[in-house]
Each structure stands twice: as structure tokens, then as C-alpha cells.
């Protein structure tokens, strides 16, 4: 003996399956849900069993997808996940408390964290040359003066590693912006916007270079990466 179909009004399917009612007939126009006619010609009732399939299967799925970012990104030097950017398998966020940005950087470019202190040596020579560079091309734009020092010292060291490249012209950065010649490079740039920089500035702006250290996860380099 068949079971007796029950059916229910599209507002109770409706809020069965947690849905508006437009997508309720989205539904029915896609084949998810049959849809029956009632004795008036005009009222439309829902198999109550069949919704309640449905919504069930909504449900399975919710619960069985943990929240996810939509693409997950891995390279040699730094991972992005759910719980968070790790670098070479540590933590970034712990990093930036723990660790200054020379510290950091060379975690990525070497492999090892040494948790001694460090400072980068200013090569004296580039900086007067970049110096010299921006003054002929009167360029007192911050990001300007940057973009000349890289291209004044790219032109002048062939020879040197990627590395040891990258620390040289680090180094000269907050030199180039007005800031001192010692001392640790978050403190430097601090120093360039205030002369006598609080240590609450210098930990931002030590924290938020490290957290900024890997390039290859900016956003343009991640649009890049998915298009492809």
C-alpha cells in the first residue's frame, strides 16, 4: 500500500529549505523540486517528503564544507591557509612579534632564523650615487626616489646574488627618505617620520614589514596566480 504524498504551500517549502521564495522557483524551473497543482488551479504545493530530502542535503553539505578561503596558495618561501600565512612553516603573525624585519627577511631568502640582532651595512658609495640621482632628477616623491634607487643600483650590481642585492638596497631605503644611518631598519623608517620615533611606532612598522615581506602573495600577484 502506497504512502499518502502530503504537500505544503510554497512559503512552507520555502522556509523548509531556508530559501526565498524566487529561489523556491528557481528550483522548480531547474528540476531540483517537482511542484503539483492544488484543486483551485492555482495554489502551487510541494511534496513534503521531497523537500525535506532536499533540505537535508543542503544541511549534509554546510556542515560537511569547513569555511575556506577559495584558493588556497603554496610557494617554496610562504604558504596562505585558513589559519593563516606561514613562513618557510612558521607562523607570520608570530614572527612579526617575535622577530624584526632583517631577522625575517633572511628566514626567507637563506632558510635560517637567527635570533641574534642584526643591521644591514650601508653602502656608503650607493647612496651617495642614488642621492645624486634624485637630486639631478629633482625627485622628492618618497615612491619616486625609491624607484630610482632601484633602477641607479640594479645598473651597478650585476655581480652580487639576489640576495645580497636585496639587503644593500633595503638598507639604503630609509637613508634615501631622510632617516638615519644606524640602527635596525624598522627603526630608520620610523625615524623618518618622527626624529625621536616611540618604540609603540617602530614595533608597527617592524610588524607590518614583516607581514609584508613576501611580495608573492600581494594582491595583483595572487590575482595573477588564480587567472592562470
Given at each position: ?19 526565498t ?34 533540505a ?71 647612496l ?17 626616489r ?83
Open positions: 500500500m502506497n504512502a499518502m504524498t502530503t504537500y505544503v504551500s510554497a512559503n512552507e517549502a520555502a522556509r523548509m529549505l531556508g530559501v521564495k524566487p529561489t523556491l522557483y528557481a528550483y522548480v524551473s531547474r528540476g531540483i523540486v517537482g511542484r503539483s497543482t492544488a484543486a483551485d488551479g492555482r495554489t502551487s504545493l510541494y511534496a513534503r517528503e521531497e523537500i525535506q530530502q532536499l537535508g542535503r543542503a544541511r549534509s553539505r554546510r556542515d560537511a564544507a569547513p569555511a575556506t578561503i577559495d584558493v588556497q596558495i603554496r610557494s617554496a618561501i610562504t604558504e596562505l591557509q585558513d589559519e593563516g600565512v606561514r613562513y618557510r612553516g612558521r607562523d607570520a603573525t608570530e614572527l612579526a612579534r617575535t622577530h624584526t624585519f632583517e631577522q625575517v627577511s633572511e628566514l626567507l631568502w637563506t632558510g635560517r632564523l637567527d635570533n641574534a640582532e642584526m643591521s644591514w651595512p650601508i653602502d656608503r658609495i650607493a651617495d650615487r642614488c642621492r645624486a640621482v634624485h637630486d639631478a632628477a629633482g625627485a622628492d616623491d618618497p615612491i619616486v625609491l624607484t630610482l634607487a632601484a633602477t641607479t643600483f640594479s645598473a651597478t650590481a650585476d655581480d652580487v646574488d639576489a640576495a645580497s642585492a636585496a639587503r644593500r638596497l633595503l638598507a639604503l631605503a630609509p637613508s634615501l627618505l631622510g632617516g638615519p644611518l644606524t640602527g635596525d631598519l624598522a627603526t630608520r623608517m620610523a625615524a623618518t617620520y618622527r626624529r625621536r620615533p616611540p618604540p609603540e611606532l617602530v614595533a608597527a612598522i617592524s610588524r607590518a614589514l614583516v607581514l609584508l615581506a613576501d611580495h608573492e602573495l600581494a594582491t595583483s600577484t595572487l590575482a595573477v596566480r588564480v587567472a592562470c
